[in-house]
């Protein structure tokens, strides 16, 4: 008899924030990611100009989500500008850390097939500079045997696509 063992992995996002760094040397803002992975706790910190969202970046209409190597979202085509109250779909998420590779990036879906996300972009602030939102979902990989559970995420003043 084979035994199988399925592994869930369970992450709560707390926030993601940022904050000046060095205004009068760099002029980027560092942008920091909390969550909580099963017991784990993980830290990720970069500077704003690696953590970046842009607007029709594949030659098509749709948010690219980034923040430095470690999440990466897309959003299907024909998204409109941001706006407070929007829900932005994200079906392509990755999540790469020292827990695993979740998710997939890609806009084709013949290179990882039986990849997805649910995960889902609720913009509850714009300003004139950036913006702010929430987020949940879950997110799974042909690649990985468990799913990454996303809840209660957040980002804050993140740079508005220029």
């Known amino acids: 008899m084979k035994k199988i063992l399925t592994r869930c992995t369970f992450l709560l996002i707390v926030f993601v924030a940022c904050k000046k760094d060095d205004p009068v040397n760099t002029g980027y803002s560092q942008t920091t990611a909390f969550f909580i992975s099963n017991k784990d706790t993980i830290r990720y910190?970069?500077?704003?100009?690696?953590?970046?969202?842009?607007?029709?970046?594949?030659?098509?209409?749709?948010?690219?989500?980034?923040?430095?190597?470690?999440?990466r979202g897309i959003s299907y085509n024909d998204e409109p500008v941001l706006s407070a109250g929007q829900q932005i779909k994200l079906p392509y998420f990755r999540y790469y850390g020292p827990y695993g590779d979740h998710g997939t990036e890609t806009l084709n879906d013949d290179i990882a097939p039986g990849s997805g996300s649910t995960v889902v972009l609720r913009v509850t602030r714009v300003g004139n500079a950036d913006f702010d939102a929430t987020f949940s979902g879950k997110v799974w990989s042909a690649k990985e045997a468990d799913t990454l559970f996303i809840k209660e995420g957040q980002l804050k003043q993140v740079k508005l696509p220029e």
């Open 45 to 71: 910190s970069d500077s704003s100009k690696n953590a970046i969202v842009t607007y029709n970046a594949t030659g098509k209409k749709s948010y690219v989500i980034t923040l430095g190597y470690a999440f």
